[in-house]
């Protein structure tokens, strides 16, 4: 780990991307009577993308699993790019920086597991949830107060926004 500070990494960020399920989601996948998957997302993890978006930062989701669920959030959210079902996440979330002529240290990745560890290692903030595999939160740079799914989006995002100090400027009309 290098002596950059959080505060640091994060204000050179300019696109966020985001594995799935346990980060966005809490994790669990839920089945109803007729087979159809279920997930639940918090609206305040959203609200804190849709504050990043009114600040100018590109999102992208990229997950291990090809899910409906994920197509019809990333669309109402207004995500830039989804990428799903990807196995080896580094390539993918590489090709997300280099398609956006940005550099590594310009891009934060939040993940949960395993899987997630490549990318960590190789963008500019590296970010975790508090419920993430110990071996994740130690590669982290920053890890959330709270769980996947449940706020530790909403967190990142003004961890963000305050670094780059448009947190006033996105969130100004609602202390008026």
């Known amino acids: 780990m290098s002596d950059i ?4 990494r994060a204000a050179r ?3 966020m991307v985001l594995d799935i399920d346990g ?3 809490d994790g669990r996948v839920i089945y109803d009577q007729d087979g159809r998957e279920l997930k639940f997302f918090d609206i305040k993890d959203g609200h804190g993308l ?3 978006q009114r600040a100018g930062f590109q999102i992208a989701w990229l997950s291990g699993r090809a899910s409906k669920v994920n197509r019809v959030r990333a ?6 790019e989804l990428v799903e079902d990807c ?9 997300l920086v280099a398609d956006r002529g940005l550099t590594p240290e310009q891009a934060a990745f939040m993940g949960d597991d395993l899987i997630d560890l490549p990318p960590m290692r190789a963008c500019g903030l590296a970010l975790a949830t508090a419920d993430a ?3 994740v939160r130690e590669a982290a740079h920053w890890v959330a107060g709270l769980p996947g799914g449940r706020g530790a989006v909403r967190e990142a995002c003004e961890l963000l926004l305050k670094a780059s100090g448009k947190w006033e400027e996105v969130t100004g009309g609602y202390f008026q």
Do not use: C, Y
């Open 87 to 95: 196995k080896v996440k580094l390539p993918e979330f590489l090709r």
């Open 75 to 80: 669309e109402e959210l207004g995500i830039d």
């Open 23 to 25: 980060v966005l989601t």
């Open 13 to 15: 960020i300019k696109l």
């Open 50 to 52: 849709k504050l990043l």
């Open 133 to 135: 595999w110990p071996a």
């Open 5 to 8: 500070s959080v505060i640091e």
